[in-house]
């Protein structure tokens, strides 16, 4: 490229050049301008902010769910403020699980593109737009593909009113397995019928030879149901003298009955229907029963019953790979008052852990999942559920490999007692069997206690608790290959 030498009049030579410059400058400019209104165009809320709503909040946002309605488009409208404030500080949907660490199914949380255009509409000043018909969106509320293939009520007809004396009603309901041949729970659905009472639910499995010993704990007891804090036993087991009678009734009664059931499964304010991950599914027996385990808030709706609690289940005949629920916790944590293992002081932040030995609990997988230990492959670990009360501050569930890795299946770096759910990993963490030996599974909870008075761990609403609720799949050697082996 040739260089022009430069002019003896400096000031002629170079004006042609300027105007050359301030052309395609102003060429340029014009081309911005014309691109700005659609890059910065302001959003509105019926054109951009409805259709966000109605795929991701309406699900529970509704007049039979578990929050305020947004079935009004101009009602919800007026709350314009909070919902934006929620939504950019991520606090709406509600999606627990810190990024960063896994993959999971059904994550509810929005991308970063949609908060962007939900803060431009908040420095808009939240116009409203014209109004139009909602979107037909399907919502991602729930777990899609959930159908039931068998439903159970699950109280009297006249409901049950929780014990009005105290603000923790533990009540646990029998409920009789309906199905007349071997099958595998693929699915679970929890339909309280006053959300306003029920604070939790759990579902035990009672292997069929015990379910009669179950039916004499209801029969002894007054009303419908029996008062069981502990778990699927009525706490009345834990007096001295009513335990010594039953042991003389049937000895060794009480450790069989533990030994009898099981977690089946559970429901809590957020989860809805559930979908087990596909080719697993946990084994029922024809005869066996189901103790329900309702945890009632008395307080929170004085003189209020519960009426029509239902349970829906996903029923398959066979299953490829066994599963069964790890309800992972410190048992002496829930008596802290009285072992002091879980006492968080007043005006305090205080951690608690605990860590188990998955090559150790092998007997036990075998027995939840009828595959003998010598035929189980390796375990699939497929979710985590952090569980913790209302002085929950944060939560991380870990699984530290024989390797000497330690991975983070889910962080909490905000907990919120309203909204818990399975975390269901994209993909299954498949432990090998000579390595689970080395392997450990660890929950770690963080309480924080603004209060004048020391909290303990233990079974009430104003006690604190720390669980992770793993789904655990059994790949099994085929019966073939034990023969072939001589085992």
Sequence with gaps: MRIPRPSPSRRSATAPALDSAAAVAAVALAFLSALAPTALAAQDYYADIRPVLVENCVGCHTAEGVAWSMDDAEATYERHRMIARMMDDRRMPPWLAEPGHQDYVGD????????????????????????????AIASRMGHHGFESDLSLDVLPAEGYLPNQESSDDYRCFLVDWSETEP????????????????????????????????????????????????????????????????????????RAASNANSWLAHWAPGMDGH?????????????????????????????????????????????????????????????SERSGTMVIPAGSQKSFHVADNLGRMLNYFAALTKVPAERIEALELHSANLHMHSFGHSGEITLHRDTGEVETLLSVPRWDLAWQRDFTFAEPKVLARDALDDTVLAVRCTFDNPTDATVFGGYGSAEEMCFNFAYIAVRAAPVSSEAGEGR
Excluded: K
């Excluded at 509810?108 to 116009?127: G, H, I, K, N, Y």
């Excluded at 706490?235 to 049937?250: C, I, L, N, P, T």
């Excluded at 596909?278 to 084994?283: C, H």
């Design 183 to 254: 099958g595998y729970v693929t699915g679970f659905r929890a339909d309280p019928g006053n959300r306003n009472v029920a604070h939790h639910v759990v579902v035990y499995a009672v292997q069929p030879d015990m379910w009669s010993r179950f039916r004499e704990f209801d029969e002894a007891e007054p009303g419908a149901g029996y008062q069981c804090f502990g778990g699927a036993l009525p706490d009345r087991m834990g007096q001295r003298s009513v335990a010594a009678a039953y042991e003389e009734r049937y000895p060794g009664g009480l």
């Design 275 to 335: 979908v087990f991950p596909e080719g697993t599914g946990i084994r029922m027996e024809p005869g066996a029963g189901l103790v329900v385990q309702m945890h009632y808030y008395s307080s929170t709706a004085p003189g209020e019953s519960d009426v029509g609690t239902r349970l829906d289940f996903m029923v398959e005949p066979t299953v490829e790979r066994p599963a069964f629920h790890l309800a992972q916790t410190r048992n002496d944590w829930l008596v």
């Design 108 to 135: 509810l949380s929005l991308d970063d593109e949609t908060l962007a255009m939900v803060r431009r509409w908040a420095e808009s000043d939240f116009p409203r737009g014209t109004p139009r018909p909602d979107p």
